[in-house]
Every structure is written in C-alpha cells, then in structure tokens.
C-alpha cells in the first residue's frame, strides 16, 4: 500500500507540474504574440524535421562526399575552361549546358558507388539500407540534371540557328550527335524501369547494370563536351 500511494501521489506531482508548465505557457504565450506565435512554429518545424534527422545523420559523410565532389569538379571546370578567358557567347545557356552535364555524370557515379555492396564504402553511406535510399534521392537528381542539359543545348542550338532536332532526334542531319541523343534516351527509359516496382529483383540488377555501361558512355560524352 505505502508503494500504491507514493506512486499516486507522484502521479499528481507530475500532473501538477504538467499543468503549471501549460500555465506558464498559455502565460508566455499571451504575453510575447506574435514571438510566441513563431516559436510554435519554429518548435513543429522541429519534430517534422525530427523524423528524418537519424538517416540524414546516417548518410551524412555520403552528403559530404557529394557535395565535396561536385565542387572539386566544377572548380576543376572552371581552371580548364577559362584559362584562357570567357569565349564570347559563352554564358549563360553553354555554360550551364556543360555544368549540368558534369554534375549529372558526378552525382550517377556517387549513386552507383552508393550500392556496389563494398563493405569499405557502407560505413560512408550508413549501411545498405540507407544506401539504397541514398541511391533513389540521387538518381533522379542525376535524371533530371541530364534533361535539364539537352534543354540547354536546345537553346543554344536555337540561338546560333540551328535546328533543334539535332537535339532530340537520332540522325536528324550530319551534325547531329545521334549516340548522345540515344544514350539519352535509353538513360530516362531505364531510370523508369528501376522505378517499376512490379519488376522483380534479378530484372532490376539487370537493369542497374546496363544503366552502368550507358553511364559510361554518357561520361565519355561528358569528357567530350
């Protein structure tokens, strides 16, 4: 009985703390407004944010890695491309024409790196479970950068008047770059597959793998521009 009593009598003591806290709130509240009001605020940012904190934490030498690479190779872009001064013409649609591109193909090679199962990369990308993720947040990204290329590259060729079909379309004319433009394309069509979630494992590694020998020739196109 002394312990029944003791732990309902601390109950009370919790509850009544729990109610002054809440006092003093409402208190704090009323008193500061609108500073109030963004405190809450700040405070539910906080616990949503909360949510993601433990994976964030997990893949964060994997974010250093990524972010450390695409300045490493923009900085290295910058030195060989403008040594000798800016072309005229240059900027802005050339320019974030074959950055796009240079970061595309960086951050396919970190995503990559990210699920070849070495047990000496794991520690970097916070096991394979969050290495798989780590993977689905930077493949798209690798996607969308490519496309955000050839869309760049189109406007140049619109404005040195050129067709854009050049572009979009595999052996439009004698200029067009037609292995680029299918290495394009089959990149957006496996980038879908690897998403299909009806698709069974041996056929998404399968997949996985043709997309690293197209990513080989996207790099050497990289290289190239």
Known sequence: MPSRHFKRKNECFTIQIRSAASTTLLVFTYGM??????????VMLRNSLGRWLPSLEACRPGWILTTGSLIITTVLWIAGRFS????PGFWPWRGLAQLTVLWSVTLMAIAMLAVVRAHALEPVFGGLDRAVRFHRILGPSAILLLIAHVIFVAVVQLEDGTSIGDVFIPFWSESAR???IIIFYLLLLLGGLAYDRHMSYERWLSVHRLTGLIFLGGAAHAAIE
């Open 84 to 87: 000798g001064g800016i072309p």
């Open 178 to 180: 037609s292995m680029d």
């Open 33 to 42: 407004g609108r500073h109030a009001a963004s405190v809450h605020k700040g």
